[in-house]
Structure formats: C-alpha cells, structure tokens
C-alpha cells in the first residue's frame, strides 16, 4: 500500500462541492467513484480543501492509498479518460505515508475573479463574478493591503465553520484589473469558512465606493460581520495553489 498524492482542476459549476453530500454530486464523489473502478478496489480520498459549490480549482490537491501497478505519474493520463470533462488530474506523485493532503499544508493561494463590465460575458459567467459598475482596482488594492499580516479574522467568517480559532496569517494579497477583469489574489496560512467571498464582497462595494476603505481594519479590530461587506458570489472563486513545504 502506497500514499498518492494529485493535483487536481475542476469546474465547480455542476457540484456541490469539494465533499462527499447526499444532496448532489461532488467532486470527491467523483474521483472516488473513478479511481474505484480504475484500481478495482474502494478508493478514498483526503482533499486538502473543502470547496464550496460553484467554487473551481485550479490546483486542489488530494491523496488516497492503493496498491497498483500504475506509476504515479500516468495516474492522471488513465484518469483523464474516464473523469467528466469538467474534473482533470494534472499531476500525480507518491508521498511518504505521514503526509496528509489537508493537515500538511502550510499555505494556501485562492483567485477571486471578476467581469466588470456594463454586460455580464457570455464566455466567462461561470467563472467570474459580474460586476456592472466599474470599480476603482486601484482603492481595492490598497485597502486589501489592511490584511496583511496575522489579524483575528473573526469578523471574516460565515456562520457554519468548524474553526478553533479564527487568527489567521495573510502573506500577501493584491488587486489587479487587465481590461474587464478584477482580479483578488490572496495567499495565507489558513482560511475561515468564506473568508475568501467575504474579503472579495467588501473590497467589491469599497471599490464601488459604498463602503469606506478602513472598514477592513475596523472589522479587525471590533470583530463586527456587519461592518463588512457581503459575501461574494461562489463562481468567481478558485482555489488556485495548496502548498507544502516537504514535497514542493
């Protein structure tokens, strides 16, 4: 029995998310079911983060145990071939048996991505979020740059999240527009259930000057949900890298 390691990319648009449900079709669901019948044995596997439904990755990251005679690296080619064309495995390499996808990660890099034009794109709705109005990029970027730094993001979280403490560590974070796309890029240690969506949904009405720019580090300091702005929507998210430090 040896430990497996891959990289996945997955259009969240038709799952209910990363984890196994009983109220729809996952992404986890999916691979399992796929791997079971290429290894001929019950396949489970450890993502190293529970998306959202509607949310996409880029690079989620997962691993599973199994006996095989496949080398770790055509793991994705046999995959590929029988995975819906909206879930692919880019990667796969075998990790010693103390790693774990979700409790060996040392940081995290999500993309929220927006379409900020008078006219939501035919091309990209499922993937970004439509913003009519046109925002100042420019306020956004340097009121993310509050965040930086280890903070008490308590004021960041939804309810619903099984977090023993909300102190999280943001390493960086920028905002970026190129023609009609906004783009959040943040990195961190961690992050709280919608932490994410709810940084993007208050840096969108600060950049449609709706709310002020300190409200970021007010809601740092007093803790208040309601100081924020809201939480924005699931199809502009991407889990774009997992990292860790020991395989990389």
């Known amino acids: 029995m040896k430990r497996y390691l891959l990289d ?13 449900q009983s109220n ?38 997962a ?33 010693p048996d103390s790693f774990h996808a979700r409790f060996s990660v040392s940081g995290k890099t999500y993309t929220y991505r927006i379409h900020n ?18 925002l100042d990029d420019r306020l956004m970027d340097e009121a993310a740059r509050q965040l930086l730094g280890t903070h008490d993001f ?10 023993k403490t909300t102190v999280r560590s943001i390493t960086d974070i920028s905002v970026e527009r190129k023609e009609d796309e906004v783009s959040l890029s943040v990195s961190g240690n961690a992050f709280l259930y919608n932490m994410v969506r709810i940084i993007a949904g ?8 709706k709310l002020p720019p300190d409200c970021l580090s007010e809601a740092l300091r007093t803790g208040d949900r309601l100081s924020l702005g809201p939480t924005a929507p699931a199809q502009g998210l991407e889990l774009t890298h997992v990292y860790y430090p020991d395989i990389e």
């Open 63 to 95: 691993h599973f145990d199994a006996e095989t005679g496949i080398p770790a690296e055509k793991l994705p080619f046999a995959l590929n071939t029988m995975l819906p064309p909206d879930i692919r495995a880019l990667r796969g390499q075998l990790v």
């Open 24 to 61: 729809g079709p996952s992404v986890q669901q999916t691979l399992e079911e796929t791997l079971s019948v290429l290894l001929g044995t019950e396949i489970k596997v450890t993502g190293a983060s529970r998306t959202d439904a509607g949310v996409h990755a880029l690079g989620q990251r």
């Open 117 to 134: 034009a008078p006219h939501a794109s035919a091309i990209y709705r499922a993937t970004t979020a439509h913003i009519p109005v046109t």
């Open 8 to 20: 996945v990319s997955y259009d969240g648009t038709a799952y209910c998310g990363w984890q196994r």
């Open 202 to 209: 208050t840096l969108i009405d600060i950049g449609h000057r």
């Open 154 to 163: 308590a004021a960041f979280a939804a309810a619903g999240g099984s977090a």
